[in-house]
T-cell receptor, first 115, second 115 residues
Framework: AQSVAQPEDQVNVAEGNPLTVKCTYSVSGNPYLFWYVQYPNRGLQFLLKYITGDNLVKGSYGFEAEFNKSQTSFHLKKPSALVSDSALYFCAVRDASGGYNKLIFGAGTRLAVHP | DAGVIQSPRHEVTEMGQEVTLRCKPISGHNSLFWYRQTMMRGLELLIYFNNNVPIDDSGMPEDRFSAKMPNASFSTLKIQPSEPRDSAVYFC?????????????FGQGTRLTVV
């Protein structure tokens, strides 16, 4: 079965510093990977996805993610963190088994950006 | 488009009562997903529909849970009878195609508290 793992419950970063939120995946076949962000009392918002092509994917709010096939990773990155980036981040993988598609989410990583 | 619309936003009910959560997907989307979010279990996929047909309900925790999608613009998730352990945030999401490269769009969620 397809799965993703987010090894860190929380990541703390100072404002202005680069940030990385880690995600590793386990899939059979081609990986279709996604990042979502959840602000307090809100639904999940789509940030970016990797389907095929360039290993560096650019998304919303200045975020990007690097797909690394050899390390089975899809880490979320941003060159300069903002306090407003503080939120819960989810990595997800598409499970296309059975001919249909569903999103399987990781446990989430809480990002705290300090002034 | 207004996005995925869920109602109510908050629901407080007594144990044993019936609870109905409602979802209006984005117009034109043909896949609909119900997720449950708790601190202990994170985001769990309960059930998903394609073209109004339930495809996979393996995530539905018990027979007390049921979901319907009578038409392309409306779905319900019902819990009868409700129990305190059902307290969670329930999200509905929709996507436009069943292709693996499509992201899902989430509603704001319904926070259910069963006392």
């Amino acid at each position: 079965a397809q799965s993703v793992a987010q090894p860190e419950d929380q990541v703390n970063v100072a404002e202005g510093n680069p940030l990385t939120v880690k995600c590793t995946y386990s899939v059979s076949g081609n990986p279709y990977l996604f990042w979502y962000v959840q602000y307090p009392n809100r639904g999940l918002q789509f940030l970016l996805k990797y389907i095929t092509g360039d290993n560096l994917v650019k998304g919303s709010y200045g975020f990007e993610a690097e797909f690394n096939k050899s390390q089975t990773s899809f880490h979320l990155k941003k060159p300069s963190a903002l306090v407003s980036d503080s939120a819960l981040y989810f990595c997800a993988v598409r499970d296309a088994s059975g001919g249909y598609n569903k999103l399987i989410f990781g446990a989430g990583t809480r990002l705290a950006v300090h002034p | 488009d207004a996005g995925v619309i869920q109602s109510p936003r908050h629901e407080v009910t007594e144990m044993g009562q019936e609870v109905t959560l409602r979802c209006k997907p984005i117009s034109g989307h043909n896949s609909l997903f119900w997720y449950r979010q708790t601190m202990m279990r994170g985001l769990e996929l309960l059930i998903y529909f394609n073209n109004n047909v339930p495809i996979d309900d393996s995530g539905m925790p018990e027979d007390r849970f049921s979901a319907k999608m009578p038409n392309a613009s409306f779905s319900t998730l019902k819990i009868q009878p409700s129990e305190p352990r059902d307290s969670a945030v329930y999200f509905c999401a929709s996507s436009s195609r069943t292709g693996a490269n499509t992201e899902a769009f989430f509603g704001q969620g319904t926070r259910l508290t069963v006392v």
